[in-house]
């Protein structure tokens, strides 16, 4: 087993992508059922399909990018093995010149606790993915506060999925998922109760948006993400927000494969964001987030 430690040269890429998928593993098996699979490609419009770990890698490295990687471990709602968040941070240790590995711990499980100190402790994770709708839980419940402290004590941001998701859309009663649960409001109480941890609110919040920059202009150790969107379709409070307000918390993600940061960087050309604002988005504000160095 080899622990993850980063060797990213910060002066040779030009952008870091919080929000990548690797739900795809080397033995072929999915992060999602087929159906939710399926389901979810359809209403991205993506012909992608999963890429493995080490393909995500390539497609970076030629792209000049580093590249936040997670999948999602959300077994007991979907009853389906996840994709080994292990698994993600050893390939990410061969890929360090370009990969962030962020773990991912079903918080549901009675063991969540001690999964997360072993992914932080045994295989260098630095940061955790949460997705509220998916994994059925209320990030509110302080049911799940040891699990955000042991986060806490290690420095580590925690990304949770905020707002409407592709996952389920079109399915009969959206297989069961519930969209309220990632409402960013319910993450204002994990922000006051833990302000020394650092939260990633990703997507705009559709449509809960005006609750994610209330919670991110009232508690500065939250951030909001730009991924699961084209940039050209963000509301345009969203755009006003991270042109001043929030300017120095937004993060460029793109919810690659489903979105393409070719894609999103071409869309964010045709947006209001300012060229002034976008090195901080693209790379300086995930360099101070990650703790990788100093920013430009």
Sequence with gaps: MTRYEPAIDLDAIQAIDVHVHVDMDDHGHGALPADLSAAASRYFGSGEGWPTLDRVAEHYRGLGMAAVVFSVDAETQLGHEPVSSAEIAEGAARNNDVLIPFGSVDPRRPDAVDRARRLIEDHG???FKFHPTVQGFDP???AHYPLYGVIRDAGLPALFHT???GIGAGLPGGRGLRLGLSNPMLLDAVAADFPDLQIIMAHPSVPW????LSVATHKHNTWIDLSGWSPKYFPAELVRYANSVITDRVLFGSDFPLISPERWLRDAE???LK????PRILKDNAVRLLGLGEAS
């Design 163 to 165: 707002g409407q998701t």
């Design 275 to 278: 060229p002034e604002v976008m």
């Design 270 to 272: 045709q947006t209001a």
């Design 209 to 212: 948006q005006d609750e994610a």
């Design 140 to 142: 509110s419940d302080r």
């Design 125 to 127: 994770v630095r940061g």
